[in-house]
């Protein structure tokens, strides 16, 4: 009566294969990876030691974190100019208040987080109820984060840190690699993160949202108070990342975060979440902002001067860009 | 004993809605007192969709409106996702499970046959993509199914197929509300037309008595509903 409905098989073989397998998206970050690793093993001998290893993960931990609450933003189908920014206007406010006010280190931490979750809702208030664009609302927020840091720091770094700053920057050994308790943080961050996102109601919708925002809105759901969430939260995670930082390099640095914002999109992109919003993995991020670490990490090893570096990041997140685009023109 | 098929499940009278200037219902009543809508016969306000919802009133929109990166399963639930029971569950964790299972069932009682209800919705046909809106609605409505326009974005074969879909929907008993300007679809499906004219309900009328130009002519003006043979009138 109903051919096409009662065998209803999904109407190509493509989205019959689809329907099976995993993602490709999952599966091309874990082999970019790999192939990296290899690349560099063969080019340098430095490269595959423990102390190496420890060396990456520290330089991930910071970026790693401000990732997870880009991928937030940018699953539904936001984006976030301003994350380096408010991560590192944290972090000037934690250090200058424990170092210079001599304020408890901990009330200090409590008073970064808060400032950057502030620019979070500040941001999420902008783009749900005067309705801007994401991408207007966070260049706006990213220059006045960046503009105060400087004005509260007249620009000059903040050091002779308490301790309780530098705890996550403390390392245990693991075999031969040392790892540091941000690294750590930022692996539980991530769990979290996955599980929320993958098995949680919260979790589902943001990816509803990301795939069709009025139908979302249409099923009950207050989407505009999800998306004031997501980008608070947001705020909340560069907040974190600032104390990972603090702890990392010692001190409070104004001139920190300005190349977070596009190294925490080029892991998300890597790592296969649409820029287009509703698709992705938040592990698959993990894997991206290690793809960076890695490439960081190995040009380096090899004596390729930093300015190289950036041009080869700038080519690997328009190269994955391109790939998502032409996968979604295809389907 | 009053028939119950007497008795309006949904009641809606001098309803009012503007668009900018573009007035969509004027004081239209639909069986539905002055802007009351009166569900089994009690009052009811509605503030967004998800009250109209928990009223058991479900609506299928004409744009289809699914998440096509996710799958059967979680479009179904989308918005009512059960919960696991135990630690997990506390923690927040769906009942993938039972979504699937019950999914299935759904989509199997409306004789949809998907092999998998783990498949995204953007691998599935127009049609099937209606379907699966079709089966949330009537796997939630506990009183009225409204559906807007259901078969306007589909082709004729896929309309036809989201039309018989609506005929095994209130052939369970589910009372079905179908706004179209589909005349074909209308008269193959609907027991009675409520004909709107000018944001106000013209005429009621009977399908099996009155031509598909009759009722033409009355939503567009050509003809008065008082021209009408008494017979036609619902």
């Known amino acids: 009566m109903l051919p096409d409905l009662a065998t209803a098989s999904p109407t190509s073989i493509r989205g019959r294969l689809l329907a099976h397998l995993p993602p490709v998206a999952t599966l091309g970050p874990l082999l970019a990876l790999f192939l990296a690793g290899a690349f560099f093993t063969s080019q340098t001998d430095r490269f595959l030691s423990g102390s190496n290893f420890s060396l990456i993960l ?182 974190i990342a600032a104390l990972l930082l603090v702890a990392r390099t010692g001190v409070g640095d104004p001139q920190a975060g300005q190349t977070d914002n596009l ?29 960076v670490g890695v490439f960081r990490n190995g040009l380096t090893l090899m004596g390729v001067a930093s300015v190289y570096q950036i041009l080869i990041t700038g080519i690997l997140v328009i190269l994955a860009v391109t790939t998502d685009q032409l996968s979604r023109r295809k389907g | 004993m009053t028939d119950p098929r007497q008795t309006p499940v949904l009641e809606a009278r001098g309803l009012v809605k503007r ?41 299928v929109y004409q744009d289809l409106a699914v998440a096509p990166a996710m799958s059967i399963a979680e479009n179904l639930f989308l918005g009512r996702e059960p919960k696991r029971t135990g630690l997990l569950g506390w923690l927040g964790a769906l009942d993938k499970k039972r979504m699937l299972a019950e999914a299935m069932r759904h989509m199997q009682s409306l004789k949809i046959g998907i092999r998998s209800m783990k498949q995204a919705v953007e691998t599935l046909s127009g049609g099937q993509r209606q379907g699966v809106a079709v089966a949330r609605s009537a796997a939630f409505a506990r009183h009225v199914v409204i559906m807007d326009e259901p ?46 004219r000018l944001g106000k309900r013209a005429a009621v009328v009977n399908p099996k008595h009155i031509s598909m130009s009759d009722t033409v002519a009355v939503m567009t003006g050509a003809k008065r509903p008082e021209e009408l043979p008494a017979q036609a009138l619902a």
């Open chain 1, 58 to 239: 520290q330089q991930v931990m910071v970026v790693g974190v401000v990732a997870i609450g880009q991928t937030l933003v940018i699953l539904t189908a936001g984006i976030d100019l301003s994350c380096g920014m408010l991560m590192a206007i944290g972090s000037i406010v934690t250090t200058k208040l424990a170092v210079d006010s001599e304020m408890n280190p901990y009330l200090a931490i409590l008073c970064g987080l808060l400032v950057s979750t502030a620019f979070g809702f500040l941001n999420g208030a902008l783009i749900t109820r005067v309705k801007l664009p994401a991408f207007i609302v966070t260049l706006g927020t990213l220059n006045i984060a960046f503009a105060i840091t400087q004005i509260y720091s007249k620009s000059q770094t903040v050091s002779g840190l308490p301790e309780a700053l530098e705890f996550f920057g403390r390392t245990f050994r693991v075999g031969q690699t040392a790892v540091t308790y941000g690294t750590v943080l930022m692996l539980i961050m991530y769990l979290v993160a996955w599980f929320v996102l993958r098995d949680t109601a919260p979790g589902r919708h943001v990816y509803a949202l990301g795939n069709n925002a009025e139908a979302t809105r249409l099923m009950g759901i207050d989407t505009a108070r999800m998306l004031l969430v997501v980008y608070t939260l947001a705020g909340f995670v560069y907040g």
């Open chain 2, 151 to 196: 078969t306007a974005a589909l082709g004729v074969k896929e309309g036809n197929m989201v039309l018989e879909l609506i005929r095994r929907v209130r052939d369970r008993g589910l009372p079905v509300i179908l706004i179209s300007h589909n005349m074909p679809h209308v008269f193959e499906i609907a027991d009675r037309i409520h004909i709107a």
């Open chain 2, 19 to 59: 668009y900018g200037h573009v007035t969509a219902l004027d004081g239209a009543d639909f069986q539905l007192l002055a802007g009351e809508i009166l569900l089994d016969g009690k009052p009811v306000r509605f503030h967004n969709p998800l009250d109209a919802r928990r009223q058991g009133i479900e609506t």
């Open chain 1, 263 to 291: 190294d925490s999109i080029t892991a998300v992109v890597l790592g296969g979440t649409s820029l287009f919003g509703g698709r992705g993995n938040i592990l698959g991020t993990l894997l991206g902002a290690l793809i």
